[in-house]
């Protein structure tokens, strides 16, 4: 149980574009979301923390209007990449806390690359 | 301010040997620790928690609040524990969990 499905998996898009990555808890309700990016062979990065009905919580640094994130529903939150650049190019990963043991658990991540 | 620190980028073994991945913390209250385990083209695992004091896989880990560190050790190192493992701190239950960098663990047979 307790699984995150993240859609796509990869995606390649042109600079200047917008790219659209969806986090989707399976058989839970995740009131709470987070997104991370990672970089090859480094730490894991949050970038926000997402709760659903309200705004999202950005960490220091992080640009809330490139990076938007919607989390309308229990099941569902969204990161848009706007007006990607290839320094934007990265691995992103969702993640969502979990009401019942407060553990957390984990996209497959998606796989970034402006060209 | 929450921070995660694991000193070692990389640590490499041979098969059979003991490993202990180091992971220290920097946090004014009562955190909660995670280790976290990444294998290749695989989504991050929860390898185990302070809380739960199990072993999963030969693997366990310490809360240490004196030293502030919560170190992942095992005996006898296997070659399928090759793999990314990232200490991780929660300053409350399901609130944010920030990660430190990250330890290639490499097992060599």
């Known amino acids: 149980g307790a699984v995150v499905s993240q859609h796509p998996s990869w995606v390649i898009c042109k600079s200047g574009t917008s790219v659209k990555i969806e986090c989707r808890s399976l058989d839970f309700q995740a009131t709470t979301m987070f997104w991370y990016r990672q970089f090859p062979k480094q730490s894991l990065m949050l970038m926000a923390t997402?709760?659903?009905?309200?705004?999202?919580?950005?960490e220091q640094g992080v640009e809330k209007d490139k990076f938007l994130i919607n989390h309308a529903s229990l099941t569902l939150s969204t990161l848009t990449v706007t007006s990607a650049h290839p320094e934007d190019s990265s691995f992103y990963i969702c993640?969502?806390?979990?009401?019942?043991?407060?553990?957390?658990?984990f996209g497959s991540g998606t796989r970034l690359t402006v060209v | 301010a929450q921070r995660v620190t694991q000193p070692e980028k990389l640590l490499s073994v041979f098969k059979g040997a003991p490993v202990e991945l180091k992971c220290n913390y920097s946090y004014s209250g009562s955190p909660e620790l995670f280790w976290y385990v990444q294998y290749s083209r695989q989504r991050l695992q929860l390898l185990l928690r302070?809380?739960s004091r199990e072993s999963i896989k030969g693997f366990t880990a310490d809360l240490n609040k004196g030293e502030t560190s919560f170190h992942l050790k095992k005996p006898f190192a296997q070659e399928e524990d090759s793999a990314m493992y990232y200490c991780?701190?929660?300053?409350?239950?399901?609130?944010?969990?920030?990660f430190g960098q990250g330890t290639e663990l490499s097992v060599k047979p």
């Open positions: 997402s709760n659903e009905g309200s705004k999202a919580t950005y």
């Open positions: 991780a701190l929660s300053g409350n239950q399901g609130g944010k969990l920030i």
């Open positions: 993640s969502a806390s979990l009401t019942t043991n407060y553990g957390y658990t």
């Open positions: 302070h809380i």
